[in-house]
Structure formats: C-alpha cells, structure tokens
C-alpha cells in the first residue's frame, strides 16, 4: 500500500526553528516533494528531493533519506506568515504524486 | 511556472445538479491534473486530463460522475455530476512541469447542500 505520515500540527515561536517530519511507504520512488499550502489557497510548490541529503533554500531546507523513507523540512528563523500546512508528497513515477495529509503549523509570537 | 486559473472560485449548489469547474493555463502544457481536497485532508488525484483522449482515472473515480474533457493544450474542464453534500470539496487543477513538478490553480470551493 502507498503510506505518508506526518504529524497533524505543530507550534512554534516566531524566530525559532522548527523540523516537521515525513516517513514514507509506496510501491515506487522517484522523488520527493513539499508544498506549502496556506489556509485557502492552492499548495504552491517548495522543494524537490530525488538524492539523499540536505538540500538548502533560502531560510528552508529539505533532507532525505531513501533508505530510510524519511525526509523532514527545516524552517529557520520563522515568520509569523509561515504558519500553514507543509505537504509532504512522493512521486513514484512520472506524475503520479501521492500527497500526505499535511502538517498544520502554528507560528506564536 | 505557468500561470493558472480556474472558474468558478466557488459556488452553492443543490444536490442532483452539476457543475463544471474549467482550468485555463497561460501556456501550452503536456500534463494536466485534477485532484480534489477534502475539508482538512490532502490532496487526491481524480484522473489525468489527456489531450485529445480520453482522461485517465484513479480508482475511485468514475467517468460518469467527474467527466473531463481536454479540448487543447491550455485548457480542460472537469464536470461534478449528479452532486451529493459528500461532493463539498475544494477542486484543484495542476500542470506538470520539469522534475515532475506540479503547480496548483487556485482551487474551486464547491458547497452542495
């Protein structure tokens, strides 16, 4: 079967860190995606993995391990307008994207 | 990334009528996609919008309930028939572009009572 966890929420303090993790089960493997999805908008897209390893964008950075079925997105210094559901998604073949349920994060002042 | 827009944004509809969502991109796109999103759940494929064929469904969906059609390579609609309250979702088309990367419309609210 195809299977994506993530945690359902998190909560965070505005300039902080935060590290929202995804495991992974599916019958293929060709990358990685997270999408950013604020409330009532369409998800827009932030990173693709298809190595191993910590890819690094700006203040987010993405790492994976296939081996593991793991990947988790970095935050840094959060901003308040971060606070929206992080999708963690598996492409297993050409564009057939499986979308894991999301993480709601809440960012605190 | 191309520039995608879908109409309507939302709507009310009474159960047993139908609604058709279209999806316009600002160029020409190989990979179209519709997928619905639940309230508070992800996204699920519905089916690949095909060009001049027929569109591919996923299991669960049917062509009788969500007709879809792909006139060119800009456009395509995806029809919600016979609407029942479960139909109430929120109705995405995406375009596929490099790395298998897909980009979202805005999303079509759609509220059946």
């Known amino acids: 079967g195809q299977n994506i966890d993530q945690p359902t929420e998190m909560t965070a303090t505005e300039g902080a860190i935060v590290q929202i993790n995804c495991t992974y089960q599916?019958?293929?493997?060709?990358?990685l995606f997270w999408y950013q999805q604020h409330a009532g908008e369409a998800p827009t897209f932030l990173s693709y993995?298809?190595?191993?390893g910590l890819e690094e964008k700006g203040r987010f950075s993405s790492f994976l391990s296939r081996s593991k079925g793991y990947s988790y997105l970095l935050l840094k210094e959060l901003q308040m307008k971060d606070s929206a559901s992080y999708l963690c998604?598996?492409?297993?073949?050409?564009?057939?994207?499986?979308f894991g349920a999301g993480t709601r994060l809440f960012v605190k002042a | 990334s191309a520039v995608i827009s879908q109409k309507p944004s939302r709507d009310i509809c009474q159960r047993g009528t139908s609604l058709t969502i279209q999806c316009q991109v600002d160029?020409?796109?190989?990979?179209m996609f519709w997928y619905r999103q639940q309230p508070g759940q992800s996204l699920t494929l519905i089916a690949t919008?095909?060009?001049?064929?027929?569109?591919?469904?996923e299991s669960g969906f049917v062509i009788d309930k969500f007709p879809i059609s792909r006139p060119n390579l800009t456009f395509s609609t995806l029809t919600v028939s016979n609407m029942s309250p479960e139909d109430s979702s929120i109705y995405l088309c995406?375009?596929?572009?490099?790395?298998?990367?897909?980009?979202f419309g805005p999303g079509t609210r759609l509220l059946v009572l």
């Open positions: 995406s375009v596929g572009q490099v790395q298998e990367t897909q980009y």
């Open positions: 599916t019958s293929g493997f060709n990358g």
């Open positions: 993995n298809v190595l191993d």
């Open positions: 998604a598996v492409n297993t073949g050409g564009f057939k994207t499986i």
């Open positions: 160029s020409q796109v190989t990979m």
């Open positions: 919008a095909n060009q001049g064929s027929e569109a591919t469904y």
